[in-house]
């Protein structure tokens, strides 16, 4: 059965069951277009085929017996290499954790495992999920499939490449301002970031530990839907999960014939946004409103301060975070050094890439005497303000319908040495970090190179059910999602 590698994870489910094809064929049919293309690509960090098609193997004894874990066994699903699976690399995209191996699994690792998922490498990120592009990787820059000169979108762009490339049938990412989101929408695939505390973050390397949030790359809204409902749950080694009932999510795809009430904020349509982008947003929201939605203008009046926000906070604690790779423990140690306090330094320096300084720089600044009440302090007020912007707005509607990202994927090397450009790509992203919120990127569309843009659906709190299936609903109705890159 010729690319197995680009059907979607809830049609494989169904082949797999019925014995059509077995897990160790898909499997390696992944690693057989993995090889083809990941030259071209560059997705993976590290991958151990044999790890896999044992595990695939597994899958299909217990498929044999009877015992299947449900819709994912035997399904090869990627994971960002910030999260941890027990023996294997989690370098963080970092030189300072080149030959750092994980000695615990994360809890969405587990999650994975017990649900009989093919555990499928290790995907290239920007330094310790701080990059809106993939280019801050220490190891490697990933390229765009609809266009190796572009970028994929970060930190999780070898996450979003990696399913669009058909290298993952599914993949496994971090949003802290945008970074599932925003490679979404730039590779043309769907990514949900949940709502802050659905999914343990046990095990999850942390860059800001208010804002980090775990969640799933797939083709389709389905497959988010799959993926979501293995890895949610409330983990008590995490203090900031919450104990929530999880619905079936994939059941629940089917209220799309709802009548939502839609909003639009007005600050999201602002000079900004791209025109070919805007038009695709501007169709999607007709899609809802031709169909029984009513559409509403709301606002959103802190929208312009949330990138500000969001690089005093993330900053500050990533300030903190990485406070803990000091040479000594278990990051790189210099062999340069002299003393204990040299070796904190030189071991730092050598380490840690330009953008990860930068931020540390940043953090430590508003963090220090005397600008704490000034930065910090006022930052997190700001914060307040741009939740209650958005529970404002829910107090009108179902959820809100925005650009993912104001243009589309940009070419490698331009934004570079612009890091305020850079920073301002996540502009309609960041605010739902802020807000704990959820937001799902669905393709809709692309502009006149071929390249693919996302419509974002920002949900309540907990109501992912709700946001999957308005984008289940427009997914349904047109077929961008069942077109592919041609590498």
């Known amino acids: 059965m010729s690319d197995l590698f680009y059907k979607t994870a809830g049609e494989l489910s169904g082949l797999l069951v019925k014995r059509e094809i077995s897990s160790w064929d898909l499997t390696q049919a992944v690693i057989e277009r993995t090889k083809a ?3 071209k690509v560059n997705a993976f960090l590290s991958y151990n085929e044999a790890a896999a098609l044992k595990q695939a193997k597994n899958s299909d004894e217990r498929i044999a017996r009877g015992e299947s874990r449900g819709p994912l066994e035997g399904i090869p699903v990627g994971l960002k290499d910030i999260i941890a699976v027990n023996g294997e690399q989690l370098s963080c995209g970092s030189k300072i954790l080149e030959k750092f191996n994980s000695p615990y699994d994360a809890t969405s690792a587990i999650n994975l495992k017990n649900a009989g998922a093919v555990l499928w490498g290790r995907l290239n990120m920007d330094e310790f999920a701080m990059g809106s592009s993939t280019e801050n990787s220490a190891y490697q820059v990933t390229s765009n499939p609809w266009d190796i000169e572009r970028i994929p979108g970060g930190s999780s762009g070898g996450s979003a490449a990696s399913v669009a490339a058909g290298e993952a049938i599914l993949s496994i990412g971090s949003d802290t301002g945008g970074s599932i989101r925003q490679p979404a929408s730039f590779c043309g695939v769907v990514g949900l970031k949940p709502t802050y505390g659905l999914i343990s973050r046990y095990g999850l390397v942390a860059y800001a530990s208010s804002l980090d ?7 389709s809204v389905e497959d988010v839907a799959i993926l979501l409902q293995a890895i949610a749950s409330h983990d008590r080694l995490d203090s900031t999960s919450i104990k929530v009932d999880i619905p079936d999510y994939r059941t629940v795809l089917k209220q799309e014939d709802r009548r939502w009430k839609l ?3 007005t600050e999201y ?16 929201i007709k899609f809802f409103e031709n169909n029984g939605c009513e559409i509403v203008n709301v606002s959103l009046p802190h929208t312009e301060l949330a990138v500000p926000v969001y690089y005093i906070i993330a900053t500050a ?15 790189h140690r210099s062999d340069r050094a002299i003393d204990s306090i040299d070796l904190y330094f030189k071991s730092r320096a050598e380490g840690f890439g330009e953008e990860v300084k930068r931020r540390i720089i940043l953090g430590t600044y508003v963090l220090s005497s005397g600008y704490y009440d000034a930065y910090y302090l006022r930052a997190q007020k700001v914060r307040t303000l741009i939740r209650q912007d958005f529970i404002k707005s829910f107090e009108k509607v179902d959820a809100l319908l925005t650009p993912t990202s104001p243009t589309v994927a940009f070419k490698i090397g331009e934004r570079s040495e612009d890091p305020l450009s850079m920073y301002l790509s996540d502009i309609y992203t960041i605010s739902l970090n802020l807000a704990g919120l959820p937001g799902i990127s669905v393709p809709c569309g692309f502009n006149s190179d071929k390249m693919p843009i996302g419509l974002q659906v920002i949900g309540k709190p907990y109501c992912e059910a709700e946001i999957l299936a308005i984008a289940h609903k427009f997914e349904r109705s047109h077929d961008f999602y069942k077109e592919h890159p041609k590498l």
């Open 213 to 219: 949030q775990i969640g799933p790359f797939a083709r």
């Open 317 to 331: 604690e990533a300030s903190s975070n990485l406070a803990r790779y000091d040479g000594i423990r278990y990051s």
């Open 269 to 284: 349509f602002s000079d900004g946004l791209d025109k070919e982008v805007g038009v695709a947003i501007e169709n999607a």
């Open 37 to 39: 293309v990941e030259t």
């Open 263 to 265: 909003g639009v904020p």
